[in-house]
């Protein structure tokens, strides 16, 4: 008899373990997808402030966060019920902020189409004119005396001229119209859109699109995992620059940092300005020793370029330097461990010297 024989506890079976590991499985599985539909919803959601797009991408985060293994059956079922009609009122703003744009843009072909009937309609009457003169021409190649030949064609060779010059004007002047109309739609658009992302002073993109693309990041690499890195910069000694030279040639030289990332990293890289003279860099589809490398690049560039304090004083340059702590995003990583590693490197570089890049490893 085997006294250490391990007993099956009663009422549960193999079947029964089988069928509860089954079970797990598969609410994994529907956690998984329901994350990735959230975030499919989050991203068919255009970005737009009137129908408070920011707000409803806030409620579906908080939704996601219910959606985890270690959340009770209650916390699943409350995540929809507070937020469902929120979310389809939004999605109701949405629809009928579609279909008047939908109008408006009838609107301007409505607007394009009189205009190009109004210049059709032009030219067939500048057609029915020249007709008319065709056949006052012919009538005229049946006279007898060439004096008077001569008088009849040099009239009507003028008046054709006249026909042709009136033609043109007012092609023109409908054309200039119409693409008056096109153009002030178009930067109107443009315009709107550029001034809620992108910080008015340096020219790249603000704190809250940062936070946005960054939360974009999260959600993205938890359905397609793609190594990102992240750069947080800041400008070393800048008050000193303030103090010395004022703010106006401190405003410049943050703009020159600006151009000079743009000038150095790739379109794909995300440049943000984080606050006062500290800027952020993600960097899509790059590991954190590539990304390392790249910033160490950039601060020898920086350290070795002398930048105009005025365009009436060629002989007065300025230098700075920039110090970066860089990170690497992992798996079940959240924005601010994200960010937070990237800051305690960017630290280390301010407290080792400056003018370096730091790795999150090297802390």
């Not at 950039?298 to 060629?314: E, M, N, T």
């Amino acid at each position: 008899m085997n006294l250490f024989k391990r007993k099956t506890p009663s009422g549960i079976t193999p079947e029964s373990n089988q069928l509860l590991d089954e079970c797990n499985e598969r609410v994994q599985v529907l956690l998984n997808v329901s994350g990735s539909l959230i975030f499919f919803i989050r991203e068919f959601a255009m970005d737009i402030a009137e129908i408070e797009t920011d707000d409803f991408k806030n409620r579906l985060d908080k939704i996601t966060e219910n959606f985890q293994p270690d959340r009770t059956v209650y916390d699943l079922k409350g995540a929809f019920s507070d937020h469902k009609l929120f979310i389809l009122d939004f999605i109701g703003r949405q629809k009928n902020h579609i279909r008047e744009k939908e109008a408006e843009f009838m609107n301007i072909i409505e607007m394009l189409r009189n205009g190009m009937t109004a210049m059709f309609g032009d030219t067939r009457n500048f057609n029915a004119k020249i007709y008319d003169q065709n056949v006052r021409m012919e009538a005229i190649t049946q006279l007898d005396d060439i004096r008077k030949i001569k008088e009849s064609l040099k009239t009507e060779v003028r008046q054709m001229k006249q026909i042709i010059q009136e033609k043109q004007a007012n092609d023109s002047k409908r054309i200039e119209s119409l693409s008056k109309e096109v153009t002030v739609l178009r930067s109107s658009l443009e315009q709107v859109k550029d001034a809620s992302m992108m910080d008015a002073m340096t020219g790249a993109f603000n704190r809250m699109t940062f936070d946005a693309r960054m939360q974009w990041v999260i959600q993205r690499s938890e359905i397609v995992w793609n190594p990102t890195s992240l750069m947080m910069c800041d400008l070393d000694n800048f008050k000193q620059i303030n103090d010395t030279y004022g703010h106006i040639v401190g405003d410049r030289v943050l703009k020159c940092f600006v151009q000079e990332c743009k000038t150095m990293f790739r379109s794909d890289d995300f440049v943000a300005r984080y606050g006062g003279e500290e800027f952020a860099i993600i960097l899509p589809g790059i590991n954190l020793r590539e990304a390392l490398k790249r910033a160490r690049s950039f601060c020898k560039l920086l350290a070795g370029k002398q930048f105009l304090i005025d365009s009436l004083r060629p002989d007065e340059r300025i230098c700075f330097t920039v110090s970066i702590g860089v990170s690497e995003l992992r798996k079940k990583d959240s924005c601010d461990a994200f960010i937070d590693r990237a800051d305690k490197a960017l630290y280390t570089a301010k407290r080792t010297g400056k003018s370096r890049a730091v790795s999150e490893k090297e802390v």
